[in-house]
């Protein structure tokens, strides 16, 4: 199996590391009389501002057809899984090759929103809360949701009180909802034609937000506000396309016709010789891009000033853990931290050897 290296992402790609970590670092201050240094070790590029050289990646073409779920197992076997691009920076590392079709490791998994509600990035979630399902309740009508035509992610109650989705744009009555006492939900159908997002609108002007149903009850009560012929939106909607490695970003490279979705199976992503996007079967067998993600050690000095000991393990512990909340609620997941306090000045003196 031969595997061509692309490129690597680092510090030459992404600009200079600054020479002092003021983008990222942290300064830790609490009220008191005793000086300490101590410095934290995080093994993995991170950061603690806004850094977006981090983390380097090294990115390569594998060229034996695999379908995509193969492609990913290989990639996280051989190196960190299928490629991540979360910029043009990225997408200019790739040298020219000249596969029509490479899987890349964006996709829309189908476990994550066709058969249930799920619990991922691209789940159904609800306007009102912007979260995904607390209950998995569920009343989709047969052959939904699709995803058709890579355009339908927002949700219509349809005749039977059942659901579909449908393309935003598409203008139909809707449903608000309210919380009256005892914290019970009311429905009210507004007849006025509107897109998804005008709706949405309305309702949070007028109501609380559109429709919002947990259980069966609740969607018993939200059929009864309209007529049974009538189509009308609901509050629930979802994000589709999700990277194989978890990574945030939103950075797409879409072909001018995709994705499109045309055989309701279109769940993977593959880019061209022209580094353009496009949608396909996953069961299909392209060549691929893998990436590995270059480990770096970072080192964060912060100087403290507190009461407390800062060899008491039970304190070390509680900044580790307020700076591993830190990271990951910047998407960094993958980072390990070790804890090592510096002596004192006048401990090094002590230990000085004499001439």
Known sequence: MSEQTVAQSGEGQRGPVPPHPQMCSSTWTQKSTMNHQMTVTLLFGFCLGSCSQFPPRKYF???????WYNAQQYCRKHH??????ESMDDIRLETPFSYSSAWIGLWDDP??????????????????????????????????????????????????????DADCERKSTFICYYVA???????????????????????REHYTDLAMIENEQENTKAKGSKPNADVAWIGLYRVPWTWSDKSPTLFRLWDSS?????????????????????????SI??????????KLTIIVRMTTVTDSGLTDPAINAQILQQLGALLTSQGR????MQWKTLPKKEDKKNHQKPF
């Open 61 to 67: 073409v594998v060229g034996k057809p695999m379908p």
């Open 80 to 85: 960190t899984d299928l490629a991540t691009f």
């Open 111 to 164: 476990q994550s929103w066709k058969y249930n509600m799920g619990n991922e990035s691209n789940s159904w979630r609800w306007s009102a809360t912007g979260e995904t399902s607390k209950t998995g309740y569920q009343k989709w009508d047969f052959g939904n949701p699709d995803y058709y035509d890579a355009t339908e992610r927002y949700v219509q109650m349809v005749t039977d009180g059942r659901w579909g």
């Open 181 to 203: 006492e005892q914290n019970v939900k009311q429905y009210v159908q507004i007849s006025t034609l509107a897109t998804w997002s005008s709706a949405q609108t309305y309702c």
């Open 258 to 282: 995709n994705p499109k979705n045309t055989n309701r199976n279109q769940h993977c992503v593959a880019t061209n010789a022209l580094h353009h996007w496009h949608d396909d079967s996953c």
């Open 285 to 294: 067998a392209n060549v691929f891009i893998c990436h590995q993600v270059v």
């Open 333 to 336: 997941t993958d980072i390990k």
